[in-house]
């Protein structure tokens, strides 16, 4: 069901929604958007994430029922989760300022939080996270503070046995201003199929030049979420083709690249099963660099597909950093089709 919220100061627009399940949840209260559980009485929110929302014009709130009836809460170390029994949904946010560690450190140790989560949840497969890290792409202390991320990510990834390549969830990695480290992940009791760009290398081969260690996701994952119904996630999107960043400088070149790669991530997508996912049906959230951009970046996605594309119409334009700092805008998607996956 879907209800357009006129109200900007409740901006609430659904992620994910899964049969009888949990909804994860992005929107809250202007000017901040917040990722949150959906409960059977509605969308408890959770702390929120410090990403000023830009627009919310024509943005949808996805009004969201769940009827799960066993629903379990718990913390594990600096994971708080809930679940349930077939679907968890977790965060963590840690206050780098009261914390002695260094950034690759508190990554490392939120990724094993999480992974023992997962673990102790009977809910193995990370099918999505989202990461936003406080000044992304600042300096740590000789090393950029993302790519300070990536190697405590990667070396979480390693130490619990987990995919650290082929096979990784798909993510995304936005920049905040300020606030906490903060992730959110959403996982299941079966691992989501990987899915490429072949008109990107894949991230986790990126060349050392840009860190140390890669960033460790994939394009996108597909999850049999039951029903017949198949979910595509998306992971965030930008204008890089092979490894490299393109159209230095230029908000429209960068918009129309990315939505290049989000149309060869659904294809590929579209090739490992029988669901159809188009790019115009996409729910997604527009990451936008320097919010004087915004409107620039809207006139491509509403050119490219048509301004009454349900993609156009339900999209969120939130102010990030993007992970590289020549990125000037990212885009995350995610869509529910019916169809089964080719085994
Ligand atoms: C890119 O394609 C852009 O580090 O988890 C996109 C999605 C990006 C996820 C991550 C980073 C991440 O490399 C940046």
Redesign the pocket.
Known sequence: MRAQDENPSHLRVERLSLPDSLALAVGGKAPFAALGYGTPHGVAWMPTVNARVLSSHGAMADVWHVTGPHIESGTTGIARWRTDGHWLLGAIDLDEATEKQGLAELSHRAYRDLFKTLDQAGTPHLQRIW?YLPQINGDGGGLERYRQFNLGRQEAFLEAGRAAFEGAPA???LGIHQGALSIRFLAGQQAPLPVENPRQVS?YRYPETYGPRS?T?SRAALSDIGDGNIALFI????S?VGHETVHHGDVLEQTRETLRNLQAVIAAANERGTAEFSLAELDCVVYVRHPADTEAVRDIIEGTLGADAPMARHAVYLEADI?RSDLLV?IEAHTVAAGRLRA
């Open positions: 990461n993510a995304c990695a991230a960033p996701f992971s965030g999107t930008a890089i992970c990212e």
